[in-house]
T-cell receptor
Framework: DVKVTQSSRYLVKRTGEKVFLECVQD?????MFWYRQDPGLGLRLIYF???????EKGDIPEGYSVSREKKERFSLILESASTNQTSMYLC?????????????FGPGTRLTVL | EDQVTQSPEALRLQEGESSSLNCSYT??????LFWYRQDPGKGPEFLFT???AGEEKEKERLKATLTKKESFLHITAPKPEDSATYLC??????????FGEGTQLTVNP
């Protein structure tokens, strides 16, 4: 079974802090994604990567950056956390051959910025 | 701009009471439509992929269908363990998905 793990289930940070969210997948997937999920807004794509060191902006990249130095690991960085970044963050991965749709998700990180 | 709209937002059923969830979409070239299930506090879990109008997929009490403008997730004789949020998503280009807001299903015993 594909496993996608995220470094923390719950995280509390202060405004202005630099925040790192880590995601690791164990099935050699080329594609990796970062979403945030908010009530009434659904899942929104922040960034995705289709290969090591490659990244593409999603629909809401402002205030975020990403890093993919190894195929299995995709990091989301909040350079200076703000209260409007309080959200559930979900990481996903998929095989390039399956396109983007058959995505396997991690359990999520619930981030609170005070 | 690709848009996905799911209805209803919430649905409450009695055990055994069949119903359908709707996902309507406007996209500029559908590559696939996906249904996911999400339990509270967990990430979405893949259920079905549909690629062309007229296609149907089934899994236990769930059946997904696709037309040129919408998809339905039919739930036959649901059980309490079917309670979850059901998400619909479309893939258009570049391996990206656009998600609807989901339908929160509650099945009472």
């Amino acid at each position: 079974d594909v496993k996608v793990t995220q470094s923390s289930r719950y995280l509390v940070k202060r405004t202005g802090e630099k925040v790192f969210l880590e995601c690791v997948q164990d099935m050699d997937h080329e594609n990796m994604f970062w979403y945030r999920q908010d009530p009434g807004l659904g899942l929104r794509l922040i960034y995705f990567s289709y290969d090591v060191k490659m990244k593409e902006k999603g629909d809401i990249p402002e205030g975020y950056s990403v890093s993919r130095e190894k195929k299995e690991r995709f990091s989301l960085i909040l350079e200076s956390a703000s209260t409007n970044q309080t959200s559930m963050y979900l990481c996903a991965s998929s095989l390039r051959s399956s396109g983007g749709g058959w995505q396997f998700f991690g359990p999520g990180t619930r981030l609170t910025v005070l | 701009e690709d848009q996905v709209t799911q209805s209803p937002e919430a649905l409450r059923l009695q055990e055994g009471e069949s119903s359908s969830l709707n996902c309507s979409y406007t996209v500029s070239g559908l590559r696939g439509l996906f249904w996911y299930r999400q339990d509270p506090g967990k990430g979405p879990e893949f259920l079905f992929t549909l690629y062309s109008a007229g296609e149907e997929k089934e899994k236990e009490r769930l059946k997904a269908t696709l037309t040129k403008k919408e998809s339905f997730l039919h739930i036959t004789a649901p059980k309490p363990e079917d309670s979850a949020t059901y998400l619909c998503a479309v893939e258009t280009s570049g391996s990206r998905l656009t998600f609807g807001e989901g339908t929160q299903l509650t099945v009472n015993p």
